[in-house]
């Protein structure tokens, strides 16, 4: 104490809390960096304009889903857990990609499926269009 009776003020400031926050959000960056260099399909959006004549048909599999979430391939049935077999057999012979025509009734878990069905036959193209329902 001072001669007057009053006590000397403590000028320290506390840091502990503000060291605990920078670790926990550097932990949270730890973690989240391995996340940001994840790669998914590429999808081809088509667009409506005036058509290119093209002198040669693109080779590419064309995948019908119908509304109740059933498969065909080249109008052929396939089975779900066939698809990605399917896909994989012809990738050689039509190197121009995937265009899944889906039903606007179908759910779309059927559409998600085929594309994850794509990714893992390999294919890098891919697009979606949707067909009205019949």
């Known amino acids: 104490m001072k001669a007057g009776g009053k006590r000397e003020l403590f000028a320290e400031i506390n840091i502990t809390p503000l060291t605990d926050i920078f670790l926990v959000l550097l932990i949270i960056m730890m973690v989240v960096a391995p996340m940001l260099d994840t790669k998914g399909l590429k999808v081809a959006v088509p667009s409506v304009g005036p058509s290119s004549d093209t002198k ?31 896909m994989r057999a012809m990738k050689a012979d039509h190197p121009d990609g995937v265009v899944l025509n889906t039903n606007t009734e179908s759910k779309h878990e059927a559409l998600t499926f085929a594309m994850d069905a794509a990714q893992l036959a390999g294919v890098t193209k891919l697009a979606v269009t949707a067909s009205e329902a019949k």
């Open 56 to 86: 040669t048909e693109p080779k590419i599999i064309k995948v019908e889903i119908d509304a109740d979430g059933k498969y065909s391939i080249d109008n052929k049935s396939v089975g779900r857990m066939s698809l990605v077999a399917q």
